[in-house]
Nanobody, 126 residues
Framework: QVQLVESGGGLVQAGGSLRISCTAS????????MGWFRQAPGKEREFVAA????????YYPDSVKDRFTISRDNAKNTVYLQMNSLIAEDTAVYYC???????????????????WGQGTQVTVSS
């Protein structure tokens, strides 16, 4: 069992930066692919980033590529999402997720992730 707790959300101006974190309980954090998803009001939850268990591989959709960076510190059981050049469309609740899945096309698929945090709100003012 893995419990995930996000933190670091808040209000930021367009063009600004924010780093959110997700800390996991349990000893098996380093075994999991970690992902970030987000859900804006009235929209479906969408994939934002993923990182392999030891952090050697990352994957992003085009909407955030070159602006967002996912990283992890397995010694601290923590995954981060550094968000730069934020735009109003980035406003959403951001969720971290952990999954024992195969690296590939399934990274974008919510149901492939077994554990989820409660989410942290990120609001970008224009």
């Amino acid at each position: 069992q893995v419990q995930l707790v996000e933190s670091g959300g808040g209000l930021v101006q367009a063009g600004g930066s924010l780093r959110i974190s997700c800390t996991a309980s349990g000893r098996t954090f380093s075994m999991y692919i970690m992902g970030w998803f987000r859900q804006a009001p009235g929209k479906e939850r969408e994939f934002v980033a993923a990182i392999s268990p030891i952090g050697t591989r990352t994957y992003y959709p085009d909407s955030v590529k070159d602006r967002f960076t996912i990283s992890r510190d397995n010694a601290k059981n923590t995954v981060y999402l550094q968000m730069n050049s934020l735009i109003a469309e980035d406003t959403a609740v951001y969720y971290c997720a952990a999954g024992d899945l195969v690296w590939g096309s399934s990274l974008r698929v919510e149901k492939e992730y077994h554990y989820w945090g409660q989410g942290t709100q990120v609001t970008v003012s224009s």
